[in-house]
């Protein structure tokens, strides 16, 4: 694993404007959080919501330096960690709807995640087609969807990384979620 | 769009977010004057985000995590994982991924199947799967996948399949109809493998045309049968209950419910016709390119399943259903499982009929409807001759009526039972033909009753009532074969033989029917009607006199049966039927009920006997039950027992106590679903058999359903109230339930017919009730009732346990295991242990009993 500082430098780099720091640290904050995801599902019981943000909190404590870092990195920090479950799931409903197509004869579905995929998987890429738009159309509403969707953030916690009131982002969200509803054919 | 509108869309929506319709309308007329556009966009959204306030509220994140959870960090692909070489990734399931790879020491291709480690992660799941592909490795079927087995190696799980290249018939049908003569190409093939994975006990669960693979020459194979269970229970406690599962919480496994039958989605124990009415889904699909019960919601598809009728079969390319195709589709797909097929064997007769039809008439089916109309009429027409004046009828069930001794003579009985058991052991073998069992008719013994209304009774096309008479030195055998469609004579013929020919006598009327009931026999199944157990009659009259009294064998009576078969070999040592009758009748010895033969000596001389039957006819399914039964109760071996119940039903599915045994099998292993399922079987094919009852009720209790077993009992008790081993069931169920007085009310009455049977229970009744003065009073009576090499070991380790002594539970129960006491074999599914689960000399002593505690 990589170490410590080497992920703190890289978290510094693309905070200060190096996007190809972003590249090299999405990989390694993904495993980290494959290798949370395996140890709490093994241990939370049914009953348990997760805690998403002790789950990040968890990742980013591990992985970074703290001494080294300012609450800015965090909470950019925080955008990786739901930019990383939005491509997750991407690459998931991508893969479902391909191995639909054609081809996946051993595609065998025994569980719910595959009933789920049937629809869910649909919705997820139609979702993030849709958000591709309104980031286009206006990139803020775009990051509180992805952090608050994928990110599982609270608004206060949104409100941390994208530096603005709860109130706008709470706003923000609303409209975003009409505008995506309204996209995706939800709402009729 | 500028951005300036989009600030102005911004403000306009948070605005009138904010008022009731009424004045939001107002407000917009108001706000955005003349730019119809600008309010139209508000508007929209608005619209889409009213009743939608919870939209996306629900995080992905947990999805994602689930998502990373299940995914390999890395593709395997290239990788070497003992004697595989990974080639490719093939696809991904709910299991795990899949992947093609290369056994480099067979050098063929196989597939295999790792199990995601939320599947293996603990040992319970890991046991199961590994249970599981052993019993589905066991099935040998065309159009079954078959499965080589399952292995761990650097740190992998993973199940070894079959490699089979082809579509899903899911890719197939893609919403379009796969036309009527494929579709019933398809079902034959898909009722084949079913019902022979039914036939070893296997129930699929999870049929659908995602879990059926179509070779490029159009061969079937069914992917992952049994599998769906582990998976399911592991549903049931696993940690993923999310808003996504849509009925995790009634432990059903959320899969594609749209193939599932209604008792599934009650969440309700399956049997083998919960499969049926799944396969009758896929082939409504296969035939129309449409579900069944097409909705747009989950849980509009869960309410069409329970209540609604399937439209109408149609294809949209011009072809013809054939209605004969559509009622059995609909048969398939009634919602009470007792109208649908009981047995796929069943269902796949019926398509077999119909497909070799279609052979013959294979383009009216292509044929538009439209264009020949009158032509279609006339191939009706000139189609119902055929069948009714020129061909035999057609019977596809038979019902062999206990045949009547008239005679005075009661010594007869025997003859004519036996009479009447080989010819349904003949007519059995006859593939087109199903014959109700011996154990089916068998309450029809010594009546005499109107066959017609018999047959009726029993659902049968054809029914054969006979009478025997004893004129001077003569057997006087008539026989009437009549079709229940109408009740007319189909066949009627007298035969007087000497008491020697009854041999002859055998094959001259199984001969008769079959060439009614099923002229296309072929060569080898004729051979068969010709074939004799025995050729020497009073062999033959040794064996019927033992079997006679088997059946109604009491403790005074049991030697005299041993006689009987003794004889009958010493007449005819290569005669099988009594060697296996021998097996069972030690085995009875072993009894309390009958004898207290020691179990080392019963093993020795039961498995002589049984192996020997075997060794003179591997064809005689009775033989591999009674071995079986060698191998379950007294070597303790549960896969070869296993090997030889699912033999047993291979060869006569119809016969109910390889069902019965297998039932406790599946008990003892740890698959209390399927024991039920098959004690159930033995139930329906013995419905005269209280015991066949009473092993559904042992096999519920052993599920610790002790509301469903209490009514079963109840259920035997009401046809006979004196009936002790129900009552004996109840009372376990009783002191399950901590209802201790009632059970003491019945086993106290119990004890006073039964000491031997009732002992165990009442003295763990009375040392839970705090009697400890009575529990000691019974460990007396069972001391005084034990004999040095008999030691009734393991009622007094009951007793023990009820009195919270566990050092001597213990020490009985080993005692027990040195006697090879053969209940033992209960110890781990048996709740009646429950309170000694704990200590540590329970695993041990469950190891020892190749039991898994």
């Not at chain 2, 078959?146 to 290249?165: K, L, R, S, T």
């Not at chain 2, 007294?634 to 119940?645: D, L, S, V």
Request: charged share 25%; with cysteine.
């Amino acid at each position: 694993m990589s170490s410590p500082s080497e992920i703190t430098d890289l978290l510094v780099c693309w905070n200060n404007g190096d996007q190809a720091a972003l590249e090299m640290l999405m990989p390694l904050v993904e495993r980290e959080l494959h290798r949370l995801a395996h140890n709490y599902m093994r241990r939370e019981r049914p009953e348990h919501t997760l805690q998403t943000t002790a789950l990040i909190n968890e990742t980013f404590l591990r992985l970074v330096d703290q001494s080294r870092v300012s609450w800015q990195n965090r909470a950019h920090f925080f955008g990786i960690a739901a930019q990383i479950m939005r491509r997750v799931l991407l690459n998931y409903a991508r893969d479902r709807r391909r191995d639909k197509r054609g081809g996946g004869a051993y595609k065998v579905s025994l569980s719910e995640a595959d009933a789920v995929s049937d629809e869910k998987s649909v919705e997820l890429l139609a979702l993030d087609d849709a958000l591709r738009r309104l980031s286009a159309l206006d990139e803020r509403k775009g990051r509180v969807v992805e952090l608050k969707h994928f990110g599982g953030l609270t608004v206060k916690e949104i409100a941390e990384v994208l530096g603005v009131s709860p109130v706008t982002v709470a706003r923000d969200w609303d409209l975003a979620r009409a505008w995506l509803a309204r996209e995706i054919g939800h709402g009729s | 769009m500028e951005v300036k509108d989009w600030e102005r869309i911004e403000t306009l929506f948070h605005a009138a977010l904010r008022l009731d319709a009424e004045a939001r309308a107002a407000y917009l007329e108001h706000a955005c004057p003349g730019d119809e556009a600008l309010r139209a966009e508000v508007e929209s959204l608005l619209t889409a985000f009213r009743g939608r306030e919870n939209f996306m509220e629900e995080p992905a994140f947990d999805l994602g995590l689930k998502v990373l959870f299940d995914s390999k960090a890395e593709s395997l692909a290239g990788k070497v994982i003992g004697p595989y070489q990974i080639l490719d990734r093939l696809g991904e399931g709910g299991m795990g991924e899949v992947y093609l790879a290369e056994d480099t020491r067979l050098g063929r291709k196989v597939a295999l199947k790792f199990l995601s480690s939320k599947l293996v992660g603990d040992n319970w799941a890991r046991r199961q799967l590994v249970k599981e592909a052993q019993s589905v490795a066991m099935l040998e079927h065309p159009n079954i996948c078959a499965i080589h087995g399952f292995e761990e190696a650097d740190g992998h799980n993973f199940i070894i399949m079959q490699y089979v290249e082809g579509d899903t018939l899911a890719a197939l049908i893609g919403g379009q109809p796969l036309g009527v003569a494929q579709a019933i190409s398809y079902a034959t093939q898909l009722a084949s493998a079913v019902a022979e994975a039914h036939a070893h006990g296997i129930i699929h669960r999870d049929l659908k045309p995602q879990n059926i693979v179509v070779t490029p020459a159009g061969q079937v194979k069914v992917l992952d049968f049994g599998l769906a269970k582990t998976v399911q229970l592991k549903h049931e406690a696993g940690p993923l209950t999310d808003d996504t599962s849509q009925v995790s919480k009634t432990g059903l496994v959320a899969g594609t419910v749209a193939y599932m039958s209604p008792e599934q989605l009650r969440a309700e124990r399956l049997d083998f016709r919960s499969d049926i009415f799944s396969l009758g889904a896929v082939l409504y699909e296969t035939v129309s390119g449409k579900r069944p019960f097409a909705r747009n919601s989950h849980a509009e598809i869960i309410s069409a399943i329970l209540t609604s009728r399937p439209p109408p079969l149609t294809c949209d390319d011009g072809d013809v259903v054939p209605s004969e195709l559509s009622r059995i589709i609909f048969k398939c797909l009634e919602k009470d499982k007792e109208q649908r097929y009981q047995s796929a064997s069943e269902l796949l007769y019926e398509l077999r009929s119909l497909h070799e039809r279609g052979e013959l008439s294979r383009r009216g089916w292509r044929r538009p409807a439209l264009r020949v109309a009158a032509l279609l009429l006339l191939a009706l027409l000139v189609a119902a001759l055929f069948l009714v004046g020129l061909r035999p009828r057609k019977a596809h069930t038979l019902a062999v009526l206990p045949i009547v001794n008239v005679s005075a003579d009661p010594a007869m009985d025997p003859l004519s039972e036996g009479l009447t058991e080989d010819l349904i052991d003949k007519l059995s073998h006859l593939s087109t033909l199903r014959v109700k069992a011996f154990t089916a008719v068998s309450g029809y013994r010594g009546r005499q009753q109107d066959p017609l209304e018999v047959g009726a009774s029993l659902r049968v096309d054809a029914v054969l009532a006979g009478t025997l008479d004893q004129q001077g030195d003569l057997l006087v055998l008539q026989i009437r074969l009549l079709d229940m469609s109408d009740g007319s004579q189909l066949w009627g013929e007298k035969y007087s033989v000497q008491p020697d020919q009854v041999l002859d006598l055998q094959e001259k009327v199984s001969e008769g029917v079959a060439s009614r009931l099923a002229p296309e026999a072929g060569e080898n199944e004729r051979k068969f009607l010709a074939s004799r157990p025995t050729q020497n009659h009073e062999a033959l009259n040794e064996y019927y006199q033992g079997r006679n009294l088997w059946e109604k064998r009491t403790k005074d009576n049991i030697h005299e049966i041993k006689a009987h078969y003794e004889r009958a070999i010493q007449i005819d040592a290569s005669f099988a039927k009594p060697y296996a009758g021998l097996a069972d009748y030690y085995m009875q010895l072993n009894t309390p009920a009958f004898g207290n033969m020691p179990a080392e000596e019963v093993l020795k001389k039961a498995r002589y006997m049984a192996l020997k039957a075997v060794g003179l006819d591997d064809s005689l399914p009775e033989a591999h039950t009674s071995l079986g039964v060698v191998k379950l109760r007294f070597e303790w071996n549960w896969a070869e027992a296993e090997k030889e119940f699912t033999r047993a039903i291979a060869l006569n599915p119809d016969d109910a106590w390889p069902h019965y045994w297998y039932s406790q099998l599946l008990s003892i292993t740890g698959r209390p679903d399927d024991a039920i399922a098959q004690s159930r079987q033995a139930s329906d094919l013995a419905p005269f058999s209280p015991a066949a009852k009473l092993g559904v009720c042992r096999a519920l209790y052993f599920a610790r359903q002790y509301d469903p077993a209490a009514n079963c009992s109840g259920e035997v008790l009401a046809d006979d109230a004196n009936n002790v081993i129900a009552q004996y069931i109840l009372s376990y169920v009783y002191l399950k339930r901590r209802a201790y007085p009632d059970a003491i009310k019945i086993l106290e009455k119990l004890y006073a017919k039964d000491k031997s049977l009732a002992a165990a229970p009442l003295g763990f009744a009375y040392g839970k009730s705090g009697e400890a003065g009575k529990a000691a009073e019974v460990l007396k009576d069972v001391q005084e009732m034990s004999k040095p090499d008999y030691s009734l070991s393991q009622e007094r380790a009951i007793i023990y346990t009820g009195l919270g002594d566990r050092d001597r539970a213990f020490e009985w129960l080993e005692r027990s295991h040195a006697e090879h006491f053969t209940t033992l074999i209960f110890l781990t599914t048996d709740p009646i242990y429950d309170d000694l689960h704990p200590d540590s000399r329970f695993a041990d002593l469950a190891r020892r009993l190749n039991l898994t505690p």
